[in-house]
């Protein structure tokens, strides 16, 4: 798949995500599309960035740093893999 590929797939993913309501899913997986999502879009996190500390905001910046070691492209491809196989469910 090209990169134009992967993006267009990528914003299809992110269309049908933004249809499904929070309820419909685990906290879990929540967690794991705002990170696949963050580092897709904004790449590594910058910690220096992270100024103020809530709850909400640390399980999230938690979640991205789990997985910043995926590259753009890759990050894409899991979030995309994530919303089809929750409409598969």
């Known amino acids: 798949m090209n990169e134009k590929e992967l993006e267009l797939q990528f914003l299809e993913a992110v269309k049908i995500a933004s249809s499904m309501t929070q309820a419909s899913l685990p906290q879990d997986v929540q967690l794991r ?31 991205w740093m789990q997985i910043s070691h995926l590259t ?18």
Do not use: C, P, V
């Open 72 to 89: 753009s492209d890759e990050a894409k491809k899991q979030y995309i893999e994530t919303i089809y196989s929750l409409l598969k469910k």
């Open 33 to 63: 599309l705002y990170a696949f999502y963050k580092q897709a879009t904004f790449g590594t996190l910058d910690l220096k960035q992270t100024s103020t500390y809530h709850l909400r905001g640390a399980f999230k910046t938690n979640a």
